[in-house]
């Protein structure tokens, strides 16, 4: 919605944008530079992986927004050389358009102009980054109408390549339900290539949002804390790629929690783990290993 962000103060002095119609910051924490370094590109271990990895490195950057988490990829890379896809996915240019015409209050786009300027005219922008080439490009539509599209393809397809990283940024399950839905996470998923170890990050460390990744497929682990979160979660499709893997203790938590049961529709509430969800749970690779008194079930 038109005019829906404005710019706001931080208690540490970072402006950052707010949402009206949602109600909520962007990188409410640490602000936008600190809190996209932080638990974006460093969880993640952007560097080490494109450094390390041959051919092209894909970041799927889902809530573009005001795009500090993409700029926070791009700044931290700059003297590697290598090649990027970042794959930018939101439902409104709005956020961007205006961090541009306040780009002298949010500081982090310096140096960027004119690939934003690029990026929202021509929907992808080609570019030397440093030591760094890179491709970024923006979906415009609504993601989880456009992911049931996104599932693997050959290398032929015009459609963006598998990630290897994923920065999953909505607002909160709460504001913005029909970003976290079970069949979202499932369809993300799929749409991963299984020969190409992904890892997902977001801010979110609910119990609601680790059962749906859980339930989809994904192994989970818990991720840094940032900001004001003391803990934030991180995903993978496979455990290699996890530091902390979510244990017995959190399957225990799960259970007695009041919250855990994942969303089937675009609608937010909050409720207990049926039995179905408990029993795939405890099916999955990452918990079957335990025994069933051991995890209080
Ligand atoms: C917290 S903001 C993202 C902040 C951003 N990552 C940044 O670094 O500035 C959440 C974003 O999710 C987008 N979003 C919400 N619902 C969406 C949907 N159904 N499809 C695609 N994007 C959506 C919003 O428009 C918003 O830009």
């Not at 009041?258 to 409720?271: C, G, I, N, Q, T």
Request: charged share 20%.
């Amino acid at each position: 919605m038109s005019g829906d962000y404005q710019l706001v103060q931080l208690a540490n002095g970072e402006k950052t944008l707010f949402s009206a119609g949602y109600g909520e910051k962007l990188h409410p924490g640490l602000g936008p530079q600190a809190e996209a370094d932080l638990l974006y590109v460093r969880q993640l271990q952007i560097r080490d992986r494109l450094a390390s990895g041959v051919g092209e490195f894909v970041i799927w950057d889902i809530g573009l927004g005001a795009a500090a988490n993409a700029l926070a990829a791009l700044r931290a890379t700059r003297d590697i050389p290598g090649q990027l896809r970042l794959v930018s996915f939101d439902n409104t240019a709005e956020p961007l358009e205006f961090a541009r015409q306040n780009s002298a209050a949010l500081c982090y786009l310096d140096g960027y102009e004119e690939q934003i300027a690029s990026l929202l005219r021509d929907r992808r922008v080609v570019f030397q980054n440093g030591k760094l080439a890179v491709i970024w490009e923006f979906h415009l539509g609504d993601f989880p109408a456009l992911l049931p599209n996104l599932k693997f393809k050959t290398q032929n397809s015009k459609l963006p390549p598998a990630p290897h990283a994923i920065f999953y940024d909505a607002f909160s399950p709460a504001k913005n339900p029909a970003m976290w839905t079970l069949p979202v996470f499932e369809n993300l998923f799929r749409a991963l290539d299984p020969a190409r170890p992904c890892a997902l990050t977001t801010y979110s460390r609910s119990t609601l949002l680790r059962a749906s990744l859980l339930l989809a497929g994904f192994y989970v682990g818990v991720g840094h804390a940032t900001g004001m979160k003391e803990e934030t979660t991180v995903a993978a499709n496979t455990p290699a790629l996890l530091a902390e893997p979510l244990n017995a203790r959190w399957l225990e938590r799960a259970l007695r929690s009041d919250s855990a049961e994942p969303l089937r529709e675009p609608v937010y509430r909050r409720e207990k783990l049926s039995a179905t969800a408990l029993e795939k749970l405890r099916a999955h690779p990452q918990f079957n290993h335990i025994r069933p008194e051991t995890a209080g079930i």
